[in-house]
């Protein structure tokens, strides 16, 4: 770098800045007006910004600003505006009873998207974020369901959960444990486990499978049917077709059998309003198996309209 | 730019002031050109919006019409989706196709005629020059001081350029909305406050842009002009001086200066200069500053003619023909640079692409399908052994109308299917369903099939449409099953 020695170059009349790089100066071309001004005119809007919007920030806090917005009171706002736009729907649900929501589609569809939401936060721990379930939870998107799967058997379900022992209306029923208690022996335990495995399907019959379906008729047909098809009433599981809660192997169903099972799960209706428990009852039901009113089908004077 | 008077003292400024620009009222064939262009392009710019296009009761009847708040995009005959943007990126493509044809033939015609910023400082200027008089009483008025007749001089023309700027803003909303709503709103304060807020800001910069910054837009601003001097050739057409002819250039009459052979025909009357709108000398030759609006043709041509000499000192030529005239030698017709290879390659280029787009939308589909499987769980284990999986199936109807279409299943043996409204028990391979017009229908599909088989097997999911029109489409999927069975 040479010495500063400003001149003015002579083709384009403008002073250079002074210094040179092996003969190459540069020229100081002043910048444009507007683009001056520009430029003070964005100057003086961040100092204008920072006096009336939040800006500076500072030991205990920041400055608030003149005009004293937040974004976590606008957010406020918009929860407050949205609660409100919601409100009629919500109520419009609440005095719903859950047998009829299938007849106003906007209602179902509102209830099925919040309860999808609900949910994700209440019971995805156990029946997973597809609501495919797991060893000892149900999936809740097929069409075995051991309490009932229409709307009305749902919503009982969410809302007095499943054997809670502090809760009377809750849904409840016991298996023995066979082989735990002594009722039967191994060899029987082993006889029952081939009938079970014949009448689901999974066996061919054999002699220890003959001996087994008249311990069955004596000790499993009370809740599970002469045919192992199950009972809603006590939320026995049908044994005859293909979906396993804990397995339909013959070592898993052998444990079952020697110890039974006791799946618990908590009734809703104690931590969710109504509503939510609607909407959940709604979405559970919309994941394929949901069954129409059975029930009623069979049976016109079943309690439909009993707990609205 | 060379001005030697401001050398002598050079005071380092911060800024270059702007020189103020006075173009003179010129008249002749390239200013009733750019009448004539300002006319078409002013009534199509306000106009459109408001030619109305019967699409039947399920779309709007605005012929040009770019509906944001639903996504669509009407233009006459062709209604575009959002999915169908390659159509609008098609247009773009041949618009800077069609520029660089414009550049490599007749130059910057497109900044000298037809370019927005040109069209609207050409109308402010022109107002100008009506409320403050022609170019040297603009000038004595730019000088004098401040005073009442000034002041009201300069707010009058404000106010008619910022009508003008208003009007400008305010015809823009009006593609993206049912125009005469969209007016009736406005007027009575209805309207959303982002067209306020736009017709706010079009005007402000119109008024901006077209009354004071003007060739400053086209110099600093606009990034086209630099393309230009690079799409630019020797054979393009550009308005040029003919220095061969016109120098040595000398003042005053003919007579005075006189034999004839020691001067050119430049009389140094800076007619050229003075009608120019951005102000610059077109004697020192092309330059970025020059959007070829031709208007010192016209200036020159009629010094031409007043002191008998031939037309043309100033005129459209190519550097090529420059060249040749300079040399004595007889320059083809300035028509013949048109047609080359360079500007043939454009053109087929051009209409290649506009035709291909034209085919495309003249046989595109109007019904679509498209299938997402549920991929939480993929499969669901059936009581009577079966295997069911989920879908989101889409169906898009891009006609104006609802349509009844079925949807099928294709291939999958055994399979059926069913929506959230069905049950497997009715179930068959097919559905049939009316999808609203103009819209797409998400529906809830499930699919149920025999347990055994492949653990992935791909099928499809076509969709026709039950009208006399007809249409189809499918989408190819699978179909999952739990890993081991027993």
Redesign the interface.
Known sequence: MADTKKR?D??????TVGHEWDGIEEL?????????WTFYATIIWALVYTVFYPAWPGIAGYTKGLLGWSSEEELAEEMAEEAERRAPILEAIAATPIERLPEDSELLRFAQVGGESLFKNYCVQCH?????GGKGYP?L????WLWGGDMKAIQYTLEHGIRNPDHDETRFSMMPAFGRDGLLSEEEIADVTAHVRVIS??ADPSEAAVRGAEIFGQQCAVCHGPEGAGDREQGAP?LT???WLYG??TETIRQTVRNSRYGVMPRFGARLNPVEIKMLTAYVH?R??GE?FVEVAENPETEVDERP | MSAPDILEDPPLQLYEKRKSVFPQKIDGTFRRLKWAIMAVTLTIYYVTPWIRWDRGPYAPDQAVLVDLANRRFFMFGIEIWPHEFYYVVGLLVMAGIGLFLVTSAVGRAWCGYACPQTVWTDLFQHIERWVDGDRNAQIRLQKAPWGPAKIARRLFKWSIWLVIAMATGGAWIFYFADAPTLARDFVTGEAAPVAYGTVFVLTMTTFVLGGFMREQVCIYMCPWPRIQSAMLDEKSLIVTYKDWRGEPRAKGLKKQRGPDELWGDCIDCLQCVSVCPTGIDIREGPQIGCITCALCIDACDRVMDKIDRPRGLIDYTTLEQQQLEEQGKEAPPAWRYLVRPRTLIYLTLWAAIGLAMLFAVGTRSRIDIGALQDRNPPYVQLADGAVRNGYTVKLRNMQARPREMRVSLVGLEGGVLWTSEGSRELADRDVVTTVPADSVQALRVFVAAPGEGAEREAFGLAVEALDDEGGADSDEIYFDRPETRR
């Open positions: 003015i002579e083709p384009t009349g403008t002073e100081n071309t002043p910048l444009p007006r507007w683009w001056l997973g974020t597809g609501a495919a999936n998107n097929d069409d075995e399907g999974q049908n077709d293909a979906i339909g192997d919309s394929g198996g129409d």
